[in-house]
């Protein structure tokens, strides 16, 4: 699986000499995969938990592919691997060409800021966009419910 990651980058052995150094590399999108970027907050009220645990299995029965934690500002953010190709029409962020993530080596938690909330398992496995609609209307849902 790390092989298939590191070949987003232009210089695949830069990227797992990133991740022998740092614990992350930073990779390109746009070309191998690209990610949705959402807050927090919204994965936690669509989940009802901000338990790692909690979260992480939700997200996998959810979403099937590989979502990064990233809890460096604030509450923190997930970025969901979707094709480059997929269509996304929510209001959350879409990353793509000309922009770099940082991507944990599969396997190995070495970065407690920057971890997989949900592991790649296979090659190529990545998020149907669509699942993450349907996670993300259950938080408006709920939330609509509850005023």
Known sequence: MARWLAQAHPVPRQAEAEWANHGVALLPLGARFDAIRVPARRVHAAVGSDE???V???LRDWLHGPVVRDVRTGSGLYYVLIAPDATWDGPENRLGQGIHLAV???GRQVSPVTYWAVEPQRRGSL???AHLTALLSTAE???ATES
Do not use: E, I
Request: proline share 27%; net charge neutral; hydrophobic share 20%.
């Open 52 to 54: 790692p645990d909690t």
């Open 56 to 58: 992480g299995a939700a």
């Open 104 to 106: 944990p080596r599969p």
């Open 127 to 129: 998020c149907d966009p």
């Open 141 to 143: 849902t709920l939330k």
